[in-house]
Nanobody, 124 residues
Framework: QVQLVESGGGLVQAGASLRLSCAASGRIFSTYAMGWFRQAPGKEREFVAS????????YYVDSIKGRFTISRDNAKNAVYLQMNSLKPEDTAVYYCAARLGTAQDMRVFRPSYWGQGTQVTVSS
């Protein structure tokens, strides 16, 4: 089992930045690819970003490329999502996720573990 707890969400104005954090506990963190997903009201949950077990490979959905950066610290059992130049369309609940396998797989296959989510609201 892996337990994931997100933090760092909030209400910001367009153009601002936020940094989401996800603290993991349970099985060996470094054996999991990690990712971030989001779900806006009335929409399906979508992939945002993923990072490999070592942190050497990252993947992003096109809509956030150049604005968001995913990173991880295996010594702290944590994964982060730095979000810059936020837009109103980024408003959603953001979920941390973990999956055995590759970071590339997380773009297609359902993660094994989810956090409870953190709300990000961007006003115009």
């Amino acid at each position: 089992q892996v337990q994931l707890v997100e933090s760092g969400g909030g209400l910001v104005q367009a153009g601002a930045s936020l940094r989401l954090s996800c603290a993991a506990s349970g099985r060996i963190f470094s054996t999991y690819a990690m990712g971030w997903f989001r779900q806006a009201p009335g929409k399906e949950r979508e992939f945002v970003a993923s990072i490999s077990k070592s942190g050497g490979s990252t993947y992003y959905v096109d809509s956030i490329k150049g604005r968001f950066t995913i990173s991880r610290d295996n010594a702290k059992n944590a994964v982060y999502l730095q979000m810059n130049s936020l837009k109103p369309e980024d408003t959603a609940v953001y979920y941390c996720a973990a999956r055995l396998g590759t970071a590339q797989d997380m773009r297609v296959f359902r993660p094994s573990y989810w956090g409870q989510g953190t709300q990000v609201t961007v006003s115009s």
